[in-house]
């Protein structure tokens, strides 16, 4: 089975302080995204990439950057972090050609 | 359906019925679509998927039935038992690569 991995499952960070949510996949796969999940809102694209060194704006990609030096590796950082970026966060992988979206179990972030 | 506001929408379903989930999609030329469930705590998991040149798909207890006159998606669970209770979404792509497009979900409330 398709494993994605994200680091922390809860994370409580404070206002302004830089942070990195990790996400890995073990499953050899070049795409991988950032999703944000918020009540009422559904699931909302923040970045992707589709290979290494590769990466694509989303829907809402202010306040957010990412990195991808790995293929099995795809981090989001928040460069800094405000009260409303507290939210759900979901990394998906999949391969080039196979559409089915793969997603780790998520991380809770809270900015107080 | 698909909620546009701040409230998932919720379908109530006595335990042993078959449940049908609605989906409108937004996009005609959308040719790939993917229904996720997603419990308490977990992050989204694939349930079943379909391309444009179907308009049916059965999976095991699960159906897609794919109206692309109206743009009309539906999932159909039978014989829906307590653990099918979760929020459901459905999602949407075209052009083969793009990243996929979700919905704002379902709730689905199993009465034992």
């Known amino acids: 089975d398709v494993k994605v991995t994200q680091s922390s499952r809860y994370l409580v960070k404070r206002t302004g302080e830089k942070v990195f949510l990790e996400c890995v996949q073990d499953m050899d796969h070049e795409n991988m995204f950032w999703y944000r999940q918020d009540p009422g809102l559904g699931l909302r694209l923040i970045y992707f990439s589709y290979d290494v060194k590769m990466k694509e704006k989303g829907d809402i990609p202010e306040g957010y950057s990412v990195s991808r030096e790995k293929k099995e590796r795809f981090s989001l950082i928040l460069e800094s972090a405000s009260t409303n970026q507290t939210s759900m966060y979901l990394c998906?992988?999949?391969?080039?050609?196979?559409?089915?979206?793969?997603f780790g179990s998520g991380t809770q972030l809270s900015v107080l | 359906g698909e909620s546009v506001g701040l409230h998932l929408p919720t379908l109530s379903v006595q335990e042993g019925d078959n449940s049908i989930i609605n989906c409108a999609y937004s996009n005609s030329a959308s040719d790939y679509f993917i229904w996720y469930k997603q419990e308490s705590g977990k992050g989204p998991q694939f349930i079943i998927d379909?391309?444009?040149?179907?308009d049916k798909r059965q999976g095991q207890r699960v159906t897609v039935l794919l109206n692309k006159t109206v743009k009309h998606l539906s999932l159909q669970i039978a014989a829906t038992q307590p653990g099918d209770s979760a929020v459901y979404f459905c999602a949407e792509s075209y052009s083969g690569n793009t990243p996929l497009v979700f919905g704002k979900g379902t709730r689905l409330s199993v009465i034992a």
């Open positions: 379909i391309r444009s040149n179907m």
């Open positions: 998906a992988s999949k391969k080039l050609v196979n559409e089915k979206l793969f």
